[in-house]
């Protein structure tokens, strides 16, 4: 586990799921394909499904599809009916004990589905949405207690943990918190799950790197990936204005998206 950690990446449309995949495959890494529940929506829950199924039975390839932030139990449970190998309930923004109470609803769902599919936990508000934010929001960033995350693990049997150690959803203006290594660490042990950090976007090398040498299993990535599929896909068609041919018109975004994902899976898959 050290030293390595599972990049997890958003997708919006089959481009998206195009890029991450060159860029896992270049670099023979295992993926992670998140789809939110507005991202969900958009592309289709058994399409989803469906697209990588396709890739991972086709080539062989260790690639999984998550559940990202769900925040009911029902859409929960739609994305496990639907084949999802990951979910996410994301009762962040609620007391502990509500939070508590829906996760262990939602792991217990998954438990009875008759296949192995992961849950993961939020424990401590981040913030939401992949999007630029001037500040960092209201009510956001206040750090997990050790304690809590070792409270919430045992109520709940969540097999991933999302705890709140300095990242933010989304890219900051005003600067990005740091990663409080130590608390990883500290969380980690306390836990006895793996870790999952979120709101990576924006976060220098050097807090990727400690926080995976101290227990971040999995990292999510969206709003980089978002940034430069919109900036080339702008480009593109400031460029040629006369092209009308989709694939053309939207290769330079999937190159785009590649770019920065093969980036982000060096990093997280450098064994020092
Ligand atoms: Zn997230």
Known sequence: MKGVAIGHFNISNLEGLHAIYRAAKKLNV?????????????VGRAEAVALVKAIREQDNYPIFLNADHHTSAESVQAAIDAGF??????????PFDENVKITKECVEYARQSGREVLVEGELGYIGSGSNIKDTIPEGAGILTRPEEAKKFVEMTGVDLLAPSVGSIHGLIKSGKPHIDAALV???????GVPLV?????GLREEDFTNAIKAGVAIIHIN????????????????????ETTPYKILQPAVDAVEEVVENRLK????RS
């Open 85 to 94: 190998d990951a979910v996410i309930i994301d009762g962040a923004k609620m």
């Open 267 to 270: 990093l997280f898959n450098m």
């Open 185 to 191: 660490s500290e969380i980690r042990q306390y836990a």
């Open 30 to 42: 295992p993926v992670i394909i998140g789809v939110s529940e507005g991202e969900e929506e958009f």
């Open 197 to 201: 950090l979120h709101g990576g976007s």
């Open 223 to 242: 709003t980089e990936i978002r940034l430069a599929y919109d900036e080339a896909l702008k480009k593109s068609l400031a460029e040629n204005p006369s």
